[in-house]
């Protein structure tokens, strides 16, 4: 079964910090993806990454930034957090890019 | 870019009544997936239609592509009280948009037993 682990369930942190989210997947997946979702809007598509060092602006990339180093491992950074960053992010991964995407349980993360 | 409307935001039924959940572009839909997420889960992949006037069916859920592509629907027949979660289409992009997906805002269903 595929397993999308993000590394953490909450997180608070201040205006101004820089923020770094984690996601692992477990299944050798070609690309993995960064959602935030907030309510009435559905899942929002920040980046995603088609192969190691790839990546790709979604929808609403702005004040974010993403590193894929290895294969396994995609991380979405918040250069310098603000309180409209308040939002449950969702990571995902799909094996291939007419497959499923497999996500991971979420991180709801608080800008204070 | 592509934008995909889904109805209604949100829907209360009594256990046992059916439920529908619309999704619908101005554009033509490429692909679309449906995913239903759990109270305090995550979204889970449910099907994928493809080809235009597509019809499947996993046990009381029915999912219809229209035939111009254009929209596509969710029925579920006889709820029960585990159906309850937020059901969501997306349009996954052709070509080279790696399994890009746009998703709706999400039909959220509460089922009242």
């Known amino acids: 079964d595929v397993k999308v682990t993000q590394s953490s369930r909450y997180l608070v942190k201040r205006t101004g910090e820089k923020v770094f989210l984690e996601c692992v997947q477990d299944m050798d997946h070609e690309n993995m993806f960064w959602y935030r979702q907030d309510p009435g809007l559905g899942l929002r598509l920040i980046y995603f990454s088609y192969d190691v060092k790839m990546k790709e602006k979604g929808d609403i990339p702005e004040g974010y930034s993403v590193s894929r180093e290895k294969k396994e491992r995609f991380s979405l950074i918040l250069e310098s957090a603000s309180t409209n960053q308040t939002s449950m992010y969702l990571c995902?991964?799909?094996?291939?890019?007419?497959?499923?995407?497999?996500f991971g349980d979420g991180t709801r993360l608080s800008i204070l | 870019g592509q934008q995909v409307m889904q109805i209604p935001q949100y829907q209360h039924v009594q256990e046992g009544e059916d439920f529908t959940t619309y999704c619908n572009s101005s554009t033509t839909l490429s692909n679309i997936q449906w995913y239903k997420q759990r109270p305090g889960g995550h979204p889970v992949f449910l099907i994928q239609?493809?080809?235009?006037?597509e019809v499947k069916k996993q046990k009381r859920l029915t999912f219809q592509f229209g035939e111009a592509k254009k929209n596509s629907s969710l029925h579920i027949t006889a709820t029960q009280t585990t159906d309850v979660g937020t059901y969501f289409c997306a349009d996954r992009a052709g070509g080279t948009s790696y399994g890009k997906l746009t998703f709706g805002q999400g039909t959220i269903l509460t089922v009242h037993p």
């Open positions: 239609l493809v080809k235009s006037g």
């Open positions: 995902a991964s799909s094996l291939v890019h007419n497959k499923p995407q497999h």
